[in-house]
């Protein structure tokens, strides 16, 4: 084999395998399971795993980013630039339309845009999450921003809402769709042909939506 992948093992029954956003083969198994028998699974799953590399490599990807005014960071589905600054009023500030960085914190500017985007997270993704639950007559226990990489929403069997704070790097449609999902969960905790239906009641693009960020979801990074 051409590639190499990584066991994780636990109670479970049966064996997964995933593919990570950056290329890692990840696969999950039961503890009773021999190396030997989850050597031969992947080998049969030799074709899917180049297929799905091979669509890997060809999804765009964000740029590397050095907090420099060369910089572009996304907001809401549009990029914005940076400007460096030599005043101590802000750490960083954005006037709409470009990030403004204090030079005397670039050496945290990673630190200060994740602050930024979560606590634009936090507020934008909530009043799209109570304006479908007010429509969808769902109420939710509590909201929670994360730092998730791979999952962009969740929603927990206590009703519960948890969003990777990635996602407001998104156009506010597909947050919309994101936001419909899982509020759709707490009435269906799967992806049954009941849950599709409530989902595409409140938001009928759903499949474009699922498309843009399988087609887009490594340029949300920072």
Sequence with gaps: MDFTYKILRSKRRTIALAIKPDGQIIVRAPKFVSEKQIDSMVKDKQAWIFKHLAKLKQLPRASVINFSQD????FL???YGLIISDSYFRRLNFDGEKFILSSHFQG?????FRKWYKAQAQKIIKQRVDYYAEKMGISYKSLSITSAKTRWGSCSSQQ???FSFRLIMAPLEIIDYVAVHELAHI????????FWYEVKKYYPNFKTAKQWLSHHRLLLEI
């Excluded at 945290?108 to 200060?112: D, E, G, N, R, V």
């Design 77 to 79: 589905g549009q990029q």
């Design 160 to 162: 519960t809402l948890n």
């Design 187 to 194: 009435l269906h905790h799967n992806h049954s042909k009941k």
């Design 108 to 112: 945290q500017a990673k630190q200060l």
């Design 71 to 74: 910089d572009k960071f996304l």
